[in-house]
């Protein structure tokens, strides 16, 4: 026993193997360790998404945390007295004071609020565009049911947070969305001011609002989301990436790059480079100028009230349903509210997130499935998708009326009646359309990849002979038969100064063998 | 002990030739020669972000050459994954998540029967936990709601303007009979709570002079409108925005969030866009002092609609 324990001790691999043995002993790493090292990640760029999802989310805290250092989240009114002149002297809250010092006198402050920002727009839009590739390719079926289900809720969250962030800075653009939350919250039937008064610590606009989103926003959605991306990248590690249909690749196994050194090296740059564009987006594109907007004031608006991009769709949905308030039973229904502010966009949420399930009805398919569909082999559920993205760019859209109005020329009656057909008509047209282009493109061999050329010679007898032409370079890719992950590479500078190849299972240590 | 007298380990080695193991680069000296250039770039660009950030440099010259350093070090980082290391392709075996048949049973079988079993043996002492454990989820989840804020009550139906109160504008000047000029607008506030939370979110009332004659924009509001004076609720009864823009020509006032119209010649009747309802009118009199007051308050709730919200008449 303790002639064992002197082994371990006495390390092969140098230092570092004395440390990894070390751990070991007392965390029982080694096993474990080395199947993590070797997970394969399948080579595609759609699995690149969720990624910058995850980069964008690990900035998000580190600007945020760098925010709340210096903003000061209090609606206390105190005469303004700092380095931005146009608004000395005046009285505006301390929440509207701190983040202006914090844009104009904290060194680095102005470019780590827009990083914060942009990081916000590229995290979101990540998640939209990651949850796509899920979706599209059948990622989600079974066994995977349950982290779609975490990573939708994640997009949830992910808005509401936004939202949230977006008010903190207590500007006259932010404050309009909150009292449409006010509003929408107030619309529940039966329980909504109740539920109102609870979420915003009164009528509104009291001072609470700021705090309690304050603390919502810096500690309690960030925390969810934390244990919930935790739980979705472990998720992800037990029960292996998919991948696409290739060589080699079957229901059983995964073909990619390994983790380790390659798929680290890869990932790290990555993250850089996640963090590099939106430095620079936050360098060079303005974002959210609350300087220019002014403070909050209940009874003023901005005219340029334009919402962040991911709650545009719900504002189009409120701008274009129906006046339809209902008195009834000596109660109000506000539905002109409820039914665009609550129920559409939870409707779409279920339908978004039952999908697993409602397909799984509808095919009665309860298999494994660990390769990936192509779109265009599931037409259905490839419209569908489609269908829904329809839906919400249409909404989107409609949030633009005035501005559409203002740039065609055209009333805003016309603009109103066309947005109401259209967010209807277009996401049928776009279902049907989406359904067709996915049959024919099943129907036609090899589409979407490039056809190689065909030479024709003419033989002295003057006869015509065609064949097709050598693959250009990078043309053909030659898919090898995957194979393990070694432990060594041969080192080649070896190989060729001892010019004789070693056994592979001779030695216990890289030394031994250069020895 | 050394290390030769442990049993060998089966390592697997590839060849250095097997294309497994061959970086994607054609060129790989060229290769490793510009991703050196370009992470040196990014040092480079780095350093010029010291020198910004020291001098306090403009906030886009900063994100410039911190955002170029960054990028560029990470272009060369995953270059050198991509281009240089071996890409395989590699395979690794997956596992059912399923375990085998007799772990099923077993794990089943304490679950169902050694927990279920014991449980249902009391199924009075059960009951009672369970009891126990709702009881204190709703005693724990009440009063902590309860807490966050006070119950609506009748606070959404009502306003702070009373009989006689004095219309101010946002210094508080009152507002006297000929302080507006014809086709002028002011908001208003009832006098004292023009800096208030309240004053300017719930009060906040929109004055326009549309005339010089009383105005009366619907039967029964014959005296509402002295002198030329309406006043309107300011708070949208679409989604509560103030309604801030007020179209002199077409005599409209137009709610900037979503574009509804009301018409103020004619009771705020809303003519276009998501609002259900009029602005409701406050009720105006010519105080014996020259000053706007208002008769009243309003006859119904102002802004958005809400389940017990207090209709008029
Ligand atoms: C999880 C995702 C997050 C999202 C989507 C998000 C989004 C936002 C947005 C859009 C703003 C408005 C920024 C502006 O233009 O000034 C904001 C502000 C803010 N955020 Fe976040 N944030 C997130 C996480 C965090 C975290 C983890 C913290 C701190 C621990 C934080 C702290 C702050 C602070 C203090 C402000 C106010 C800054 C100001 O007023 O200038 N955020 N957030
Ligand atoms: S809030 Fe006025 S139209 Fe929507």
Redesign the pocket.
Known sequence: MAEKTKQQAKSSFGPVGKALDELDDRLGIAKGGRSLLDKIFPDHWSFMLGEVALYS?VI??GT??F??LF?VPSSTVVVYHGSYLPLVGQKVSQ?YAT?ID??FSVRCGLLM??M??WA?DI??AAMVVHMARVFFTGAFRKPRELNYVLGSTLLIL?IV??FL??S??DDLVSGTGIRIAFSIIESIPVIGSYIAFFVFGGNYPGPQIIPRF?II???L??LI?LGMVTAHLFLLVHQKHTQFPGKGRTETNVVGTAMFPVFAAKATGFLFMVGGVITLLAGFAQ??P?WQFGPYDASKISYAVQP?WYMGWLDGALRIWPAWEWTGFGYTWPLEIFIPGVVVPGLIFAVVQGWPVLERRYTKDNEIHNLLDLPRNRPKRTAAGAAVFALVTMMFIASSTDVIANYFHITLEAVLWSMRILVVVVPIITFFLTHKICQELQASQGAGKRKRANVVTRTPDGEYLSAPAEPRPGDEHVDLEPEPVPDFLEDPVVVRERKELLSPVSFTGVRNVVR | MSSEERTPVAFSVAKADDPHMQPKAQNPKLAETLIGLVMLAGIGSLIGFAVAYGMNAQSWIMGGTLGAGVLFLGFGITAWGKYLMPQGPFVEERHTMRGNDDERERFKAAVVQRGGGILGRRKLLAMIAGAGMSAFAVVLVIPVFRSFGPLPGNTLNQTSWKQGTILVDSTGRPIRVNDIAVGGVVTVYPKGLENTDNGQAVDQTILIRVGTEAVVTQQGRESWGPNGYVAYSKLCTHLGCPVGLYEQQLELLVCPCHQSMFTVTNGAEPIFGPAPRPLPQLPLFVGSDGLLRAQGGYDQAVGPGFWNRETSG
């Open positions: 989310f998000l805290i945020g945390i925010l709340t903003y929440a983040s914090l844009t609020r827009q914060h920002h916000c995290f979101l992910g947070e936004g962030g977006y903190l800075p304050f926003h810096v500690l959605i960030p989301m974002i959210n609350i962040d």
